[in-house]
């Protein structure tokens, strides 16, 4: 009897997400290595932190494959890109990479519709509002840096910037939960 509530497909794509979110978890790890390498530890807390959430990303996954009689493959992860060589460039880094998760996570909310699997469908729902916050989250870092001067920020800018991520909070407002009290 087959008791894999998962098509073979939809399991082998969740499969890969999860190794995506392991991945994502090195590029922070690795992001924030440099981070506090060039002196930005406060940067370097705010990626480590959530180099820590996209584990959990991973894990989320893989307890449910397991939740709905599929067996996760835990396969090696990529290693993450090359370093930045700028703050500025870090953050679009980071950026770049939640859209590109982003666009995954689209591809599976896709297969399940097509595939009628309403479960997985379902639970996917959680990532998408996940990634609006992620994505939010870097744009949040991009604007942070232009207004303390982009490229061009001195020493001091970039000083304050990075004091402020130390303890800055891994999640975002987002649009649909502002309400007049918390704007
Ligand atoms: Fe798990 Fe940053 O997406």
């Not at 060039?38 to 940067?43: I, K, V």
């Not at 060589?85 to 996570?105: P, R, Y």
């Amino acid at each position: 009897m087959n008791t894999n509530r998962l098509s073979k497909t939809i399991q082998q794509a969740l499969n890969d997400q999860m190794t995506k979110e392991a991945h994502a978890a090195q590029i922070y790890l690795s992001y924030g290595a440099w981070c506090d390498s060039e002196g930005y530890g406060g940067t370097a807390n705010f990626l480590f932190r959530h180099a820590h959430e996209e584990r959990n990303h991973m894990m989320k996954i893989l307890e449910y494959i397991l939740k709905r009689g599929g067996k996760p493959t835990v396969t090696a992860i990529p290693a993450p890109p090359a370093d930045p060589e700028s703050l500025h460039q870090c953050f679009e880094k980071v950026f770049q990479h939640e859209v590109d998760n982003t666009t995954a996570i689209y591809a599976l909310v896709k297969l399940s519709f097509d595939e009628q699997d309403w479960a997985t469908w379902n639970f996917m729902q959680w990532f998408v509002k996940e990634q609006t916050e992620e994505e939010t989250l870097a744009l949040d870092l991009l604007d942070k840096l232009k207004i303390a001067g982009g490229e061009k920020a001195d020493v001091d800018m970039l000083y304050n910037l990075d004091r402020e991520l130390k303890d800055k909070p891994d999640d975002a407002t987002l649009a649909q939960e502002v309400t007049e009290e918390k704007p």
